[in-house]
């Protein structure tokens, strides 16, 4: 005998019909992981791509696929990139906010975003880049930074741990010194845009102008790379003032260095009389021990020496005798 599968009713499938409705009534929502929507005013593709630019945006979007890898939010007015929502794109290769309003980004800000290679936060209103900014960005390639005039302050350490950096651009903004011990190290770069700030030449500066001047190969617009002060040396090429620089700030000394010679030699004035004195104590001590050492032995040295003559005037007065009862 066969088992015939039952077939569902027409009431079953009206319960499953008018299901979505009642979880969305119950106040459940799909999880975003699973959900195929899209912001509002967005566009997404089947290739995790979701473009959002030109669509006067005040706020970061909400409700975007937890899959997405390029994200272009360019020409909009994003004041902030909210860590809480941006870091659960873990998947993000591409994030594009150029042209808002930015005005503070941080260490937390990209704090998931391992797989991240390219970012671009050009023409917005970034004042400071703080200590690891970028740092937990280990895969990233390319930085695009420019054209934010009130930046006048990036850490020397904003940049540590980005080992796959290969293009940092820092063009046109109000820059006019940058540490550049942590682009020393960074083992991948190989192109710097340092063009349109204000770069101080002085020597404060001049670890930066050596390095222009060595690595001239790796700056874009390198031209357009000039001094905005001192007053002599403006429009001046910062690859042109390295060395003149180097000359004119190891020249003469400073009112410091004068001070550190004199402190050093107080230390060693100092420490040559402490040490004359103690030797003379030294010789001191020594020669009144060998002093004392002679007076104990001298008396013993007597005594030897008295015995010693008394046994030899015994034996020649032995031998006189001997020769006058021979005669």
């Known amino acids: 005998m066969r088992l015939v599968a039952p077939q569902p009713s027409a009431r079953s499938l009206r319960i499953l019909a008018v299901l979505p409705l009642l979880v969305l009534v119950a106040g459940v929502t799909p999880s975003p992981a699973l959900s195929p929507g899209c912001p509002d005013r967005c ?57 808002n309003s ?72 109000n820059l006019t010194a940058l540490n550049v011990s942590s682009l020393v190290g960074l083992p991948s770069l190989r192109s710097v845009g340092l063009s349109g700030n204000p770069w101080s030449c002085e020597c404060d500066n001049e670890d930066l102008c050596l390095w222009v001047h060595v690595e001239g190969f790796k700056f874009q617009d390198e031209g357009q790379t000039v001094c905005g002060t001192p007053a002599d040396m403006q429009g001046r090429r910062l690859g042109e003032v390295g060395l003149p620089l180097r000359t004119r700030c190891h020249q003469t000394l400073g009112s410091w260095d004068y001070l550190f010679f004199i402190a050093i030699g107080f230390v060693i004035f100092a420490a040559g009389t402490v040490s004359a004195w103690v030797m003379g104590v030294v010789m001191v001590l020594y020669e009144r021990y060998i002093k004392k050492k002679d007076e104990q032995v001298d008396p013993e040295d007597g005594e030897e020496m008295g015995g010693t003559t008394a046994g030899a005037r015994g034996s020649h007065g032995n031998g006189n005798l001997k020769l006058t009862h021979s005669v």
Do not use: W
Not at 52 to 81: K, M, V, W
């Open 102 to 173: 930015l005005t503070e980004v941080s260490e937390s800000t990209f704090g998931n975003l391992r797989k991240l290679a390219y970012l671009d936060l050009s023409f917005n209103t970034l004042a400071r880049v703080e200590d690891r900014t970028f740092g937990p960005l280990s895969g990233l390639v390319m930085l695009r930074m420019t054209d934010n005039p009130a930046l006048s302050h990036v850490h020397p350490d904003a940049f540590s741990e980005c080992a796959a950096l290969q293009v940092l651009d820092v063009s046109r903004n």
């Open 43 to 99: 566009v997404c593709d089947d290739q995790l791509v979701v473009q959002c630019a030109g669509q006067h945006l005040t706020a970061f979007p909400a409700d975007l696929p937890l899959a997405t890898r390029q994200l272009i939010l360019s020409n909009n007015r994003i004041a902030e990139l909210p860590p809480l929502q941006l870091n659960y794109l873990s998947d993000l290769v591409y994030l594009d906010c150029s042209n």
